[in-house]
């Protein structure tokens, strides 16, 4: 057993002998009412799940055990020479609770390098499909193929003991993120770059490897994936992809299956695909405008037309942030530093500048600040990666690193399959007249 795995064995076993103790004390203590509109509105800030390896703040932002966006970016493992932190040190900290060393961000690194050989009857099923087809039923495809290598669902038809769970799980997640880049980079030369494929390099770090394959061998592009794949790899436990991850997962479908079900909701135009509409908003008011750097007055004219039109301001607002997001932050900065004199980057950064006094004196909207999707579209543009119906595989492939930890946890606390009680509208409605009855 590999030491990450020994660890998250150890802290593992520790938490759920605490989670028993303070259930066995506090079980019966209510976190909360739950309001007839949050039922009919998607359970919007209902406290109803448990998500150990990260938890987002309204003013703060985004926290992974408890550091934000800038102490990471700080305190992570690097490559030689980097500045960026290195998701395998992240997963490192969403699986243990501990920031990791060099050497533990290197043992990672050099695990997933060993497992990334993709079985060939997994590029098959991906050249099965018309190379028109999206990248992300693409992506999902070659993930549902790959379960065939799943030593959970193995395991579990052999008949393995529950407290075992965890332990396949854990294989399963570690070979599925070793194996996601080689699979993106491939969809992606067969789609965009005529099918002239790169081998992968084993010397390098999961993200710059993953940049190589793409074809980038720009150094500050592999830097840009090391920031992307830490920035965008959780947001707590109830956005679409971790939550349809946990759902499925909680069934005992292996890691492969769950996966696959957070890929589909990350899919979907209110989840995943928001820094696509960002990047083709900016582009569009360019073009309406005339030109590459438009003022702040051009521009701010342009976003109250876009409300007057009843249309929304993609990148700005978000469910439970009250604050300019950090990772937006994090990536203006990586902007500043890289390309300063990129014109959409400076428009997005003009945007900053005038977006959010004007949402806000709408009255309508909570948070006016950007979110992350606001600035990452722009980045991928400088260096090149334009094709913007790739950059839902790319937030994927980041995404599996929060949602396959959490996985391990599901499996570790041994959390039970996931069944919410429903109710229907003429069950309210006999509970409202009731409720009428008796305040009178």
């Known amino acids: 057993m590999g030491y ?166 854990y294989e399963d997640a570690m070979t599925l993120i070793a194996r996601l880049p080689r699979i993106a980079a491939y969809i992606y030369r067969r789609k965009y770059k005529g099918g002239q494929h790169i081998q992968p390099d084993g010397m390098l770090d999961w993200s710059g490897n993953f940049a190589h394959m793409l074809g980038f061998e720009n150094e500050s592009f592999r830097e840009l994936m090391r920031l992307y794949m830490t920035i965008h790899a959780d947001h707590e436990g109830g956005n679409v992809s971790a939550h349809a991850t946990h759902l499925v997962g909680s069934a005992l479908s292996d890691p492969y299956l769950a996966f696959c079900a957070g890929m589909t909701g990350l899919a979907g135009p209110l989840h995943g695909l928001a820094n696509q509409e960002v990047i083709r908003w900016i582009e569009e008011l360019q073009r309406e405008l005339g030109t590459q750097e438009p003022s702040k007055e051009q521009i701010a004219s342009y976003i109250k037309q876009t409300l007057s039109e009843g249309k929304v301001v993609p990148g700005y607002g978000h469910a439970v942030l009250r604050q300019t997001d950090p990772r937006f932050v994090a990536q203006m900065e990586f902007g500043k530093k890289h390309c300063p004199d990129d014109p959409t980057v400076k428009t997005v950064w003009n945007v900053y500048e005038v977006a959010p006094s004007i949402l806000e004196a709408t009255g309508k909207i909570k948070n006016p600040w950007p979110n992350v999707d606001a600035h990452s579209g722009s980045l991928l543009k400088h260096f090149g990666l334009v094709e913007e119906d790739f950059y839902t595989v790319l937030f994927g492939c980041s995404r599996a690193l929060g949602v396959l930890a959490s996985l391990c946890w599901d499996r570790a606390l041994g959390f039970p399959i996931e069944r919410p009680k429903s109710i229907t509208t003429e069950w309210v409605k006999g509970w409202l007249a009731k409720q009428g009855e008796m305040a009178a």
């Open 4 to 169: 990450v795995k020994e660890r998250f064995k150890e802290v593992a076993t520790a938490k759920a002998a605490e989670i028993k103790e303070i259930l066995a004390e506090h079980g019966d203590a209510e976190l909360g009412k739950v309001l007839l509109s949050q039922a009919y509105q998607g359970a919007r800030g209902v406290p109803a799940l448990v998500s150990e390896t990260s938890l987002l703040d309204p003013n703060e932002g985004i926290r992974f055990r408890g550091y934000s966006i800038p102490q990471l970016r700080d305190k992570l493992p690097k490559v030689d020479n980097g500045q960026e932190p290195c998701p395998e040190g992240l997963f490192f900290l969403m699986l243990t609770g501990d920031l990791p060393s060099d050497e533990d961000a290197a043992h990672i690194s050099a695990t997933w390098a060993r497992r990334s050989h993709v079985p060939t009857h997994v590029f098959q099923v991906i050249e099965s499909l018309p190379v028109n087809t999206h990248p992300m039923t693409q992506f999902c495809s070659a993930i549902l193929a790959l379960q065939t290598e799943s030593k959970f669902a193995k395991a579990y038809q052999e008949g393995i003991s529950k407290k075992d769970y965890w332990d396949y799980t």
